[in-house]
T-cell receptor, first 119, second 111 residues
Framework: ETGVTQTPRHLVMGMTNKKSLKCEQH?????MYWYKQSAKKPLELMFV???????ENNSVPSRFSPECPNSSHLFLHLHTLQPEDSALYLC??????????????????FGPGTRLTVL | AQSVTQLDSHVSVSEGTPVLLRCNYS??????LFWYVQHPNKGLQLLLK??????LVKGINGFEAEFKKSETSFHLTKPSAHMSDAAEYFC?????????FGDGTTLTVKP
């Protein structure tokens, strides 16, 4: 067990639905990530939270809305999605180490993912 | 800026033969380098990592990788492939808090 859990594991939703993906890490890490993994495409980083603050948003459409209420929990709120949003959504966590004015990312620990299908 | 290139999108080997998955990187600083494995419908799992210590890094399941700064490479090897090694493998370069993933290499192991 990696210490990162994701729920639900599978989700089917219509384009007008609103749903949320949940990620929880039990590793005491200070950074959390959302990735999108589509078939035959590279892994895409969507959002990064360091110390509960969003530090990266890689031009993700506004129909994806992240929330990080504390360093252990990360949500991805979904609304009015498109069929091309169907993918495996992976959550990860890591311990960011600050040294010499810059940060270093240690190993990322991944959850099992949520397989999302948008009809 | 940093980047990572996995030179082969697909590698096929026979069970019991060596595995070589190639990764080249570019980074302006001294990066950390990782290899992750992903089995079907699962999350990514760390195989091994290099963080400026020994250049030959040993990981789980008999995998190892050698950091070669002069060649900017971090190739993943295993002496003898097992059927359970069939999966997707990702090389990752991480520098100053930013991680860049390679496109992945699919390893097929034939009986």
């Amino acid at each position: 067990e990696t210490g990162v859990t994701q729920t639900p594991r599978h989700l089917v939703m219509g384009m007008t639905n609103k749903k949320s993906l949940k990620c929880e890490q039990h590793l005491g890490h200070n950074a959390m990530y959302w990735y999108k993994q589509s078939a035959k495409k590279p892994l895409e980083l969507m959002f990064v939270y360091n110390f509960k603050e969003q530090t990266e948003n890689n031009s993700v459409p506004s129909r994806f809305s992240p929330e990080c209420p504390n360093s252990s929990h990360l949500f991805l709120h979904l609304h009015t999605l498109q069929p091309e949003d169907s993918a495996l959504y992976l959550c990860a966590s890591s311990q960011e180490v600050l040294a010499g004015g810059s940060s270093r990312t240690d190993t990322q620990y991944f959850g099992p993912g949520t397989r999302l299908t948008v009809l | 800026a940093q980047s990572v290139t996995q030179l082969d999108s697909h590698v096929s080997v026979s069970e019991g033969t060596p595995v070589l998955l190639r990764c080249n990187y570019s980074s302006s600083y001294s990066p950390s380098l990782f290899w992750y494995v992903q089995h079907p419908n699962k999350g990514l799992q760390l195989l091994l990592k290099y963080t400026s210590a020994a250049t030959l890094v040993k990981g789980i399941n008999g995998f190892e990788a050698e950091f070669k700064k002069s060649e900017t490479s971090f190739h993943l090897t295993k002496p003898s492939a097992h059927m359970s090694d069939a999966a997707e493998y990702f090389c990752v370069v991480s520098d100053r808090g930013k991680s860049t993933f390679g496109d992945g290499t699919t390893l097929t192991v034939k009986p």
